[in-house]
């Protein structure tokens, strides 16, 4: 299994910013993947973001983010998907990917840093 994320960088709070997870090793179309991240200082916590769904790419949003994010998946490529706008400071982290119950392997996150 391998997990990667890419497409992190430093944003503005008015700028948007798209996160990719290329995944491998697993049969990626038969699984509802999700969208977590580890604050600063906050090592091995890793929050909850989004979902979406195996079946019809329904999705879930954490409250804090619903409107202002909007993730998406490519079967074909085994891609997942974040687009997100209107970033708060307090939203730097490293981003991640993982299925929904966190049990695939995980890879080395895309850092995002929001400035205001």
């Known amino acids: 299994v391998h997990l990667m994320e890419s497409g992190g960088g430093l944003v503005q709070s008015e700028g948007s910013l798209r996160l990719s997870c290329a995944a491998s090793?697993?049969?990626?179309?038969?699984?509802?993947m999700s969208w977590y991240r580890e604050a600063p200082g906050k090592e091995r916590e890793r929050e909850w973001i989004?979902?979406?769904?195996?079946?019809?790419?329904?999705?879930d949003y954490k409250k804090s983010v619903s409107g202002r994010c909007t993730t998406t998946r490519d079967n074909a490529s085994n891609t997942v998907y974040r687009q997100m706008s209107r970033r708060k400071p307090e939203e730097t982290a490293v981003y991640y990917c993982?299925?929904?119950?966190?049990?695939?392997?995980w890879g080395q996150g895309t850092q995002v840093v929001v400035s205001s």
């Open positions: 993982n299925d929904g119950l966190m049990s695939l392997k």
């Open positions: 989004a979902s979406i769904n195996q079946f019809d790419d329904r999705t």
């Open positions: 090793g697993f049969s990626f179309s038969n699984c509802d």
